[in-house]
């Protein structure tokens, strides 16, 4: 199904009594992935894809809950609805049960999904999901819950429910991304500072890869482990509340503290890559977006040899972009392990890109690439007539 096909269907119901529509977009992270987690810094940005949620009050208490690209629909009762599955369900049940230790009363529901933002490629689908579950109860049910809350206890459910250990960087984004901007956020404090970005002459786009490597969330969760790891053996020698604030300089003799070259490495990743977050946000708003490409690809890097959390498809289609004209920077950008690439790519060279691309990326994986041009205006909000 496609969006506009979706939106006339549902569009058509929506009455405002007892039927309701609601969007919450995706992300794309401009720079600092894997810091999130360490209270570091991210800069992210609210894209135009994302989940629309239909939603109808229903007597009785049944949750039925309907997956448009999936093609699948689940009745769950709400007396016994606080157990993970495994499924897609568990994104939004994890939130429900959340918004009901606030004050939520259950209530039976029909909620349709429908996301325009491809699945496990890196641009936050799963996030979109939970924020729009928790938009539309907050809205619908006059909970008024702030949405910086509404981001928290999204990541909660993803951390408890789902069981990802991941950063507030995802749910955040999709809760407070604002048109034309990226959000330098400070993930300690969970505050964030706008940035214009209007890119000029420029145009920021996602290649999926379309690979989507297994065991992704177990990576994902031992690498947050593993900088548990060096934070406690930091804290052994002094007092280090999170790693994500820490500069350049405390690496130099910090790295000496800590004799794994693994755990070495992930520190270095860490401290590199929040110092290039702060540094991006700058040459943003010099619109320096040639020096804006170099931390691009230095990121990427950095996220394949210190972080190793690349794959062999993600680092062709960077080094595709490397040498394809009118591309002044790559980068995976999300977990990894697959999913897409960010690139930033000079307007009058875009489809002479997406050629590129698709021929090269084809001859040496096999594979087709799918290329999303992105705009980043994505608000999450409630849809009427
Ligand atoms: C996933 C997580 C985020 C963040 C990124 C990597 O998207 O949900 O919290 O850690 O990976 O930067």
């Known amino acids: 199904m496609k969006t506009e096909a979706f ?29 999130d987690y360490t209270g570091g810094y991210v800069l992210p940005a609210a894209i135009s894809l994302g989940t629309y949620l239909f939603v109808r009050l229903l007597p009785g208490n049944e949750l039925r809950l309907t997956s448009e690209n999936l093609n699948d629909q689940q009745i769950i009762s709400l007396d016994n609805f606080s157990k993970p599955t495994g499924q897609w369900t568990d ?3 994890g939130v429900l049960c959340e918004l009901e230790k606030q004050g939520w009363e259950k209530q039976g529901l029909e909620l349709i999904y429908f996301g325009d933002v491809p699945a496990n490629a890196g641009l936050s689908s799963s996030a979109s ?12 049910f006059h909970l008024e819950i702030p949405l910086k809350e509404l981001a928290l206890l ?7 429910f789902v069981g990802v250990h991941c950063g507030i960087m995802d749910q955040y984004t999709s809760a407070m991304g604002k048109p034309d901007h990226a959000l330098l956020i400070d993930c300690h404090k ?16 996602a290649v999926n890869s379309n690979v989507k ?38 690496y130099e003799w910090l790295d000496k503290l800590v004799e794994s070259p693994l755990l070495k490495k992930r520190l270095r990743h860490v401290v590199n890559e929040n110092v290039r977050v702060q540094y991006v ?63 930033l790519v000079k307007a009058g060279a875009l489809s002479s890109f997406q050629d ?28 009427s007539k």
């Open 154 to 160: 999204s990541q909660r459910a993803e951390n408890h």
């Open 213 to 250: 490597h297994a065991l992704v969330n177990s990576v994902y969760n031992q690498r947050v482990e593993e900088l548990r790891q060096v934070k406690k053996i930091l804290n052994s020698f002094f007092e280090v509340p999170y790693l994500g604030h820490l500069t350049g300089d405390d």
């Open 7 to 35: 939106l006339s269907t549902y569009l058509k119901q929506v009455n405002g009594r007892d039927q309701f529509l609601f969007f919450a977009p995706g992300r794309v992270n401009l720079m600092g992935d894997h810091t």
């Open 281 to 343: 946000a700058e040459l943003l708003e010099q619109k320096n977006y040639q020096m804006i490409g170099q931390l691009m690809y230095d990121s990427h890097e950095s996220l394949a040899f210190d972080f190793e959390v690349s794959c062999k498809e993600l680092d062709v289609l960077v080094k595709i972009a490397s040498r394809t004209d009118g591309v002044v920077g790559a980068r995976m950008t999300g977990a990894g392990f697959g999913g897409c690439t960010l690139n």
């Open 129 to 140: 999901i939970e924020m729009v579950t928790a938009f539309a109860m907050n809205t619908l």
């Open 190 to 205: 969970v505050e964030h500072k706008e940035i214009s970005a209007e890119l000029e002459n420029y145009k920021l786009v």
């Open 356 to 383: 590129k691309i698709a021929t090269d990326y084809k001859k040496e994986t096999g594979l087709d690439a799918v290329i999303y041009p992105l705009s980043l205006n994505g608000e999450t909000k409630m849809l």
């Open 91 to 93: 994104y939004p049940v």
